[in-house]
């Protein structure tokens, strides 16, 4: 499978992430963005504020929320921003506006497909080389509350090359 020839109907995460690791390895961290599914979030006890153009933003209102856990080692690590986001559709404005060098994303495997997708567009329209890793949730149900594994969360988020990031 090469980066060009990626489809929504037969997206395969791990072919998607070996494609781009070495590239993504390249980038230093501070130069990365991160983006979060909202489906995450604990649903009826988040107390996250909603900021336009910038999506939702962790007040770390609950120790054990997987997105305060994922937002606090972005944070650690020096990633250039962290969008919780409530869908694809506003990835493509978050790219242009911030032209960052990688991304990490953690969403659904449809979210994932139609940003891989939306990755594989910009690349031609606007010349954006962007590497990007991405985590499916384990779990995805936005009416409930998803989930995903934090340790590989983490494993992605780290990712350098040998001389450091």
């Known amino acids: 499978m090469s980066k060009q020839n990626i489809k929504i109907a037969e997206i395969d995460v791990a072919e998607v992430n070996k494609l781009w690791r070495e590239e993504f390895k390249k980038v230093p961290f501070y130069k990365r963005i991160l983006l979060v599914s909202h489906c995450?979030?604990?649903?009826?006890?988040?107390?996250?504020?909603?900021?336009?153009g910038?999506?939702?933003?962790?007040?770390?209102?609950?120790?054990?929320?997987?997105?305060?856990?994922?937002?606090?080692?972005?944070k650690r690590l020096k990633y250039k921003n962290i969008y919780i986001i409530s869908g694809g559709s506003v990835v493509e404005s978050i790219l242009k506006k911030e032209r960052p060098a990688a991304?990490?994303?953690?969403?659904?495997?449809?979210e994932l497909a139609m940003g891989v997708e939306l990755v594989k567009i910009l690349r031609e329209k606007i010349r954006l080389d962007l590497p990007l890793?991405?985590?499916?949730?384990s779990k995805a149900d936005c009416d409930s509350g998803s989930q995903v594994n934090i340790k590989k969360v983490k494993k992605f988020l780290q990712l350098k090359n040998e001389e450091g990031s």
Not at 54 to 74: M, P, R, S, T, Y
């Open 40 to 52: 995450l979030r604990r649903i009826g006890s988040c107390q996250e504020e909603r900021v336009k």
């Open 54 to 74: 910038k999506g939702l933003i962790c007040l770390h209102c609950h120790d054990h929320c997987q997105v305060n856990q994922i937002v606090n080692e972005a």
């Open 103 to 110: 991304i990490v994303a953690i969403a659904c495997r449809q």
């Open 133 to 137: 890793q991405i985590v499916e949730l």
